[in-house]
Structure formats: C-alpha cells, structure tokens
C-alpha cells in the first residue's frame, strides 16, 4: 500500500525529513513558513502553524494522510500528536504527555530520578525565585541555571562559565519565568544520540555534536545549533570505548520507563570523566542533528513509521559509514540582533558530496531573502570529518553576503581540541 505522510514544520530539520521520505511515499507538509526545498518535494504545502493543531488534523484528513511526523517541539507541545492520533493518523511523535520529557525540565528531571535512569546531575526544582537564588547562594559548587519550560536552547545560564552567580541570580529576578531548574554544572563534551523509538523499542543513530556558540572558537551567545558532525562510527573522535554504550543505555532506561513513547527520543548528554551525564532530552530530532543523520541512514525512513504504526518490531538501522559536517548560514548578528533581508543565492552541486537544506526564508517574488532565525544549511558527507567539513566549506564558497557561519565546525584543529578537552578532563 503506498503511504501519504503529513510532515509537519519548515525548518532544515524538516528539509531533512522531507527528503528521507519522498521517494517513498506521497508526502504533504505544513508549516507557519514555507520552506522552498519541502515545497519542492511535497505533493503540495500548506501554511499552518505548527501549533494550530485543529487545522492541521483537518489538512492531514483533507489529504487522506496514514501517517505523520511533528518535526518541532512546539508542535508536541501544543498536543499535535494527541490531535492527529485521535483524528486516526498514526502521528510519529510523542502525545504532549510524554513530549514533557523536554517540554518540561523540572518533570524530566524527577521522571529520570523517580525512575533511576542513570546520568542524572545533582539537581533541584523550584517554583519562586528567591528560594532559587537562596539556593545559588548555598551551593558549594557551580551551578546550571535552566527555566523549566521552552527557550529554544537559548534560556540556561551557566555559573562558572556564562555568568557568575550574582549575574545568575539578577537573570533569574529579571526574568518572568515561574518555574526553574539548578543543577550541578557539568564539565566536559557534549554529544547527542537520536533514537527512533516505538512499542517500547528502540534503535539507535551515530552520535553527533552540535556547536550551541554563535561564534568562533565557541564564544558568544547560545543558539538553537549552529552545525554538527557525525564521524563514520558510531562514536566521535573525542569519546573512549563504552562511553557510546553507557549512552544507549541512559536511553533504554527511558524507553522503558515510558512505555507509550512514539518518535525520535533525543538524549544529549555531556561526558565528564564520570561518562556521560544527561544534560537534556528532546522529543524529536535536533536541528541541525536531523541534517546529518537522515542523509546517511540507508534503511527507508518510511519503513520505521509504517513499522511502528503497525506494532511490529522496527527495522535495524543501517547507516552509510560516512563522516558528515553540517553548517549553518545564519543571518549576520543571529541571534541577538539578527539583520534580515539579505538574498539567499546558494546552490550546491549534490554529486561534490554536499546537500543543501532550507531553514527560515523568506520567498519573495525575486528571490530567498534571509529571516532574523537560521537560513540555510549545507552538509558535506564523505570518508573522514576533514574530508567533509572541506566539501561543506566548498559549497558555501558561493553563499553570498549578510551570513554568519562558524567555519571552525569540524575542522581539525577544531576536532582535536575536543580530543585534547576530553583528554584533559579524564586526567590523563
Ligand atoms: P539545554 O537547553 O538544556 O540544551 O541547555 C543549553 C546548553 O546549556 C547545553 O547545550 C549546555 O551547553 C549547557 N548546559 C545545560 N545544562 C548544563 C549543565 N548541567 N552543566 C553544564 N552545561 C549545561
Ligand atoms: N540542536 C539542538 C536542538 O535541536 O535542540
């Protein structure tokens, strides 16, 4: 039977997913921004807020949709998957209960604790903010300071390395946020695992590290991710034997202790000389992380979710042995003070190993022209990180003016300060 998949969300992630299951299915997609590169691939495009979740189940059933992916957190949130399971359409994404898993940082804190999933930071959880700064005040260490709900990765503050604790405590008072979460600073490298996950069972996909740092050498403000390698294992450069597997088993222990869990379970975690802690979970893909996974994963995407959707067991994954290097073009001063308005003119030659996905663009009739969030990425796949990170570099060579990229993501240099960091901290 062939399948009519409603994708939901218009951002590089989204590019990604579009282009995993459109040789395989009939694929219509909706998002509040019409994203060029899922027009080009979807049967048809609609614009729909990722939240509005009435209109979107009406979409989907207007289309005759069998299945759906929510692509975005603030879908999960807003009960898009709820919606679209009620409507019949087996939504490949967590129902809002258990998307809180990310939605809500207080709750996944004490789920991870009142489960003993292991990797859990030394944490507390408050609802009034003086208790919090009291709290910061008596702590005998550093602190990460996190706002229980949604920030799009740009809410925490880090003592000891962001802020100093009366800049932490200033932010807390100045901010509306009722609910919050301190916990141990962690020290070390992050690395994220993506697992597809349905009918209490999971699979895996290759560890990738993201770059949160607007700038250069890491510096600057936080942002939803400025780019992303994978290396052609599973594990990356800087991680030792078993901390991947240590990992893995952070995530089985949540699949277990959630078993209605449907969609992607992403766990980033931070490897301190411990292992790997949990600094968070999302309830779908990473973006950009989406961008260098769904491209070298070699098993039908489509078959996870038809699998899933008929309670039978997932398909192993299998994962082209690629290394792959994603970067983003955002617009120049993203994302404090981000200058929109300028032409998107890049093109990228896919057979020189590299891929282009669309993020937030403005479509006018001359032209792409940037927004004031993330406006394109282009992935460079090939036999080493280097190898990669070259033939990104290359296709953003014609990226044009009024972008900002890091263009340290995946280089050597870069690479091996990882390898040196992680060195350093297990002492040796
Ligand atoms: P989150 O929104 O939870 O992903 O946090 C954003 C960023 O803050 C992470 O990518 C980390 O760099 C940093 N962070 C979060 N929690 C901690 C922690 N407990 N210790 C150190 N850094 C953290
Ligand atoms: N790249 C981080 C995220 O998607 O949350």
Not at 96 to 102: D, K, S, T
Not at 230 to 244: H, I, K, N, R
Not at 310 to 317: I, R, V
Request: glycine share 10%; charged share 25%.
């Amino acid at each position: 039977m062939s399948e009519t998949v409603l994708l939901v969300g218009g951002g590089g992630r989204e590019h990604a997913i579009a282009r995993a299951l459109a040789p395989d299915c009939d694929l219509y997609a909706c998002a509040s921004n019409r994203n060029p590169g899922i027009a080009e691939l979807a049967e048809d495009f609609e614009t729909i807020s990722e939240t509005a979740a009435d209109d979107i189940v009406e979409y989907a059933e207007s289309v005759g949709a069998t299945l759906a992916i929510v692509g975005p957190e603030s879908g999960l949130a807003a009960g898009v998957s709820d919606a679209l399971d009620a409507a019949g359409i087996y939504t490949f994404g967590p129902q809002e209960a258990e998307a809180r898993i990310e939605t809500d940082k207080a709750f996944q804190r004490r789920f991870m604790h009142e489960n003993d999933i292991p990797g859990n930071p030394d944490f507390a959880t408050f609802d009034d903010v003086e208790a919090a700064c009291d709290y910061i005040d008596e702590y005998d260490g550093d602190l990460a300071v996190k706002p229980a709900g949604l920030t799009g990765g740009k809410g925490v503050k880090v003592i000891g390395d962001q802020v100093t604790p009366e800049e932490a405590k200033a932010y807390l008072r100045d901010s509306d946020y009722d609910r919050v979460v301190l916990e141990e600073r962690l020290v070390g490298e992050e690395f994220t695992i993506q697992a597809f996950v349905a009918n209490g069972e999971f699979r895996v996909s290759p560890a990738v590290q993201d770059h949160k740092r607007a700038y250069e050498g890491d510096e600057g403000p936080n942002t939803g991710g400025m780019g992303s390698y994978t290396d052609v294992t599973p594990s990356l450069p800087f991680m030792a034997d078993g901390d991947y597997d240590a990992a893995v088993e952070v995530i089985e222990a949540v699949v277990d202790a959630m078993p209605d869990y449907k969609g992607i379970l992403y766990g980033q975690f931070m490897l301190t000389n411990e292992g790997p802690k949990v600094i968070e979970f999302n309830a779908r893909f990473g973006d950009p992380e989406a961008m260098n996974t769904l491209p070298v994963l070699e098993t039908p995407f489509l078959d996870v979710l038809v699998a899933a959707r008929e309670g039978e067991s997932l398909p192993e994954l299998d994962f082209a042995e690629k290394a792959t290097v994603c970067k983003y073009a955002v617009p120049e001063g993203y994302p404090t003070d981000p200058e929109a308005g300028a032409q998107i003119t890049v093109e990228v030659d896919e057979d020189s190993g590299a891929l282009l996905f669309y993020a937030s663009v403005d479509a006018r009739d001359d032209g792409l022209y940037t927004t004031t969030s993330r406006s394109f990425a282009v992935v460079g796949h090939a036999e080493a990180i280097s190898q990669a990170e070259q033939i990104a570099e290359s296709a953003l060579a014609d990226a044009g003016d009024g972008f900002h990229i890091r263009h340290d993501i995946g280089t050597e240099a870069l690479v091996q300060r990882r390898i040196d960091h992680m060195a350093e901290i297990r002492g040796e």
